[in-house]
């Protein structure tokens, strides 16, 4: 089944004790990106990656790192995490041509609530 | 600055009525526009994609405009059944990302 995971899904961690949320695609897809949804703000893009060995900032990157080491992989990094990243977070692939040509796939979310 | 707006925020309607969610977007310059469909505890599942050359797109009981000289597109519920309740948002998309709108959060009576 073509699909997009993640790993955890939920997560309850304190301030400073640095974490990752895996994101692994079975699709070949080139793109991959991160987006956080917070109430009245919507979804925000965190980081994408066009290909691997290429990722650049979305509009709110500070506080995250990521890599894309393999194609199908796309881990999200909080090397010290603060009470204002408390949000659920997605992350979604597609073929090349990326949000300008086609159709993107989400995981199902990851809630973190850092204390 | 590219924005994406969502009107209502909320709508609520009986078993087996058609109906319209509204999706306005503020680049006339836009690639394409998505729809998606959120579930409590799931993640986003696109719906429809419209490309920024095409006026429509088709899904079973679902039909997806774009008029990009207004700057809006509809998406179009044929008789809509309890299982529809949902947030649906609306997202443009842009060369690497989409912007995305508030959504709308549905929800069908039986």
């Known amino acids: 089944e073509a699909q997009v995971t993640q790993n955890p899904r939920y997560l309850i961690t304190v301030t400073g004790k640095k974490l990752t949320v895996t994101c692994s695609q079975n699709?070949?897809?080139?793109?991959m990106s991160w987006y956080r949804q917070d109430p009245g703000l919507g979804l925000r893009q965190i980081y994408y990656s066009m290909n691997v060995e290429v990722t650049d900032k979305g509009d709110v990157p500070e506080g995250y790192k990521v890599s894309r080491k393999e194609k199908r992989n796309f881990p999200l990094i909080l090397e010290s995490p603060s009470p204002n990243q408390t949000s659920l977070y997605f992350c979604a692939s597609s073929r090349a041509g990326g949000p300008r040509t086609d159709t993107q796939y989400f995981g199902p979310g990851t809630r973190l609530t850092v204390l | 600055k590219q924005e994406v707006t969502q009107i209502p925020a909320a709508l609520s309607v009986p078993e087996g009525e058609n109906l319209v969610l509204n999706c306005s977007f503020t680049d006339s310059a836009i690639y394409n526009l998505q729809w998606f469909r959120q579930d409590p505890g799931k993640g986003l599942t696109s719906l429809l994609l419209?490309?920024?050359s095409q006026r429509e797109q088709t899904s079973g009981r679902l039909n997806a405009s774009l008029d990009k000289s207004s700057g809006r597109s509809t998406l179009y519920i044929a008789a809509s059944q309890p299982g529809d309740s949902a947030t649906y948002l609306c997202a443009m998309g842009s060369n690497y990302q989409l912007i995305w709108g508030a959504g709308t959060k549905l929800i069908i009576k039986p």
């Open positions: 419209i490309q920024s």
């Open positions: 699709m070949n897809h080139e793109y």
